[in-house]
């Protein structure tokens, strides 16, 4: 099972935010520190979110994000104000391994195709972000339908991965909440990155067994509720 450490960014510092709120945020400093930093502990991957992009400024931290993939050679995943096929296509003729297609997946579930026939499948992350078993979209404020008949789309459109975001425990550092995880592994032959509430050793194990690609640190990570290696250690 994969890791990705967040690098979230929010006026150009790494963020982290409980339940997506700008006013309950914990600032960590340059992105491009906090991105070596992981690097240096042992990840692969990163997930970067441009939050600020994600609130409706798209262009806020292009410069940021420019300088991670420029100065790091990670695998990156990114999201957060991708709202046109040609803002995917931009990030990822620019070195973004893959993109992550949320509000926009949802609006228009054919750009995942558009994007997919350009650059592969294995480029688009469909962002299944849910609240109580719905679909949430304009920053968590809007409900779409049901998650799992989502996944079904996004595979059929041509993803080539899920990023699963369970809003109920996201940032909350109280642990995931295993039981629709399960229900998405197993209705969707994607591969399932987690998100949310992802907190300790045993959430890991957790994913691990029910069969999730990948997990994303965030919150519990930046704040030593767990140290990286101890999560590599037990992702397998």
Request: proline share 3%; net charge negative.
């Amino acid at each position: 099972m994969k890791l990705y450490p967040a690098v979230d960014i929010l006026g150009g510092r790494c963020v982290q935010l409980v339940q997506g709120s700008r006013d309950r945020a914990c600032y960590y400093g340059d992105p491009l520190a906090c991105a070596r930093q992981w690097l240096d502990e042992g990840a692969e991957n990163l997930h970067i979110i441009n939050l600020d992009g994600a609130f409706g400024n798209a262009g806020e931290n292009a410069a940021k994000i420019r300088e991670i993939v420029r100065e790091t050679g990670a695998f990156i995943q990114l999201g957060g104000g991708i709202r046109s096929v040609e803002d995917a296509c931009a990030w990822l003729d620019l070195g973004v391994d893959r993109v992550i297609l949320g509000t926009l997946a949802i609006r228009r579930p054919e750009s995942i195709t558009d994007v997919a026939d350009r650059y592969g499948s294995d480029a688009v992350m469909a962002g299944v972000d849910a609240r109580g078993g719905q679909v949430v979209v304009e920053g968590w404020t809007e409900a779409a339908g049901d998650y799992l008949s989502w996944a079904e789309r996004f595979e059929t459109c041509g993803a080539g991965s899920l990023l699963y975001t369970n809003v109920d425990v996201e940032g909350l550092q109280q642990g995931i909440n295993p039981d629709p995880v399960s229900r998405l592994v197993a209705r969707t032959r994607l591969p399932v990155v987690v998100a949310g509430g992802v907190s300790s050793v045993g959430d890991l194990r957790t994913l691990l067994r029910i069969g999730a690609a990948g997990a994303v640190l965030g919150s519990a990570l930046y704040s030593k509720k767990i140290s990286l290696s101890e999560a590599l250690e037990a992702s397998g």
